[in-house]
């Protein structure tokens, strides 16, 4: 069982950065890979971000892609969703999300737990 709680949302003004951080319970953490996904109002969750169990590999959807940067620490089982350069449209409910495909996937159903979100807003 692993659960994951996520911390440093906010509100930030277009152009600024926040850092999301996950931090995980649990053993074996370093034995999954996790994803940022986010939500906004309205609209379906999708995927941001993920990384490897290892660190190794990173994935990002294309609308994020440059400005937002996914890191793990397996010492401190904790991953970070840092993002720059925010946009109005990056507003939403972000969440971290643990999946046993440790290489990593930008698929939601193949993760396995999930934490309870942390809000973003970005104004403009």
């Known amino acids: 069982q692993v659960q994951l709680v996520e911390s440093g949302g906010g509100l930030v003004q277009a152009g600024g950065s926040l850092r999301l951080s996950c931090a995980a319970s649990g053993r074996f953490f370093s034995s999954y890979s996790m994803g940022w996904f986010r939500q906004a109002p309205g609209k379906e969750r999708e995927f941001v971000a993920a990384i490897s169990w290892s660190g190794d590999n990173t994935y990002y959807a294309d609308s994020v892609k440059g400005r937002f940067t996914i890191s793990r620490d397996n010492a401190k089982n904790t991953v970070y969703l840092q993002m720059n350069s925010l946009k109005p449209e990056d507003t939403a409910v972000y969440y971290c999300?643990?999946?046993?495909?440790?290489?990593?996937?930008?698929?939601?159903?193949?993760?396995?737990?999930w934490g309870q979100g942390t809000q973003v807003t970005v104004s403009s």
């Open positions: 999300a643990a999946s046993d495909v440790v290489s990593g996937t930008k698929i939601g159903p193949l993760y396995d737990y």
